[in-house]
């Protein structure tokens, strides 16, 4: 069973900083894609961000390029989503989900960021 636990998520004004972070609980996370989707109020849920197993190659949605940043550490079993120069639109409730196939098979519970204007 792989289980997710993200973290880090919270409040913060426009402009600023968080670091979330997505604790995998699995003997292969090597082998595992990780990626980023949230879901605003009313919306909904959209991808952000992934990292690929192997060589992790990353993908960003045109909403949040150049503000985001994905990276793993497989020491730690954990994926990071450094996101940076924060707006309002970017609040939301952020979910990670692990895949070793084409498909999303694993989610974690969601952590909820909000941006203050």
């Known amino acids: 069973e792989v289980e997710l636990v993200e973290s880090g998520g919270g409040l913060v004004q426009v402009g600023g900083s968080l670091r979330l972070s997505c604790t995998v609980s699995?003997?292969?996370?090597?082998?595992?894609?990780i990626a980023w989707f949230r879901q605003a109020p009313g919306k909904e849920r959209e991808g952000v961000s992934c990292?690929?197993?192997?060589?992790?190659?990353?993908y960003y949605d045109d909403s949040v390029k150049g503000r985001f940043t994905i990276s793993r550490d497989n020491a730690k079993n954990t994926v990071y989503l450094q996101m940076a120069s924060l707006k309002p639109e970017d609040t939301a409730v952020y979910y990670c989900?692990?895949?070793?196939?084409?498909?999303?098979?694993?989610w974690g519970q969601g952590t909820q960021v909000t941006v203050s204007s």
């Open positions: 989900a692990a895949s070793s196939t084409i498909r999303w098979d694993y």
């Open positions: 699995t003997f292969n996370f090597d082998d595992l894609a």
């Open positions: 990292i690929s197993s192997g060589d992790s190659r990353t």
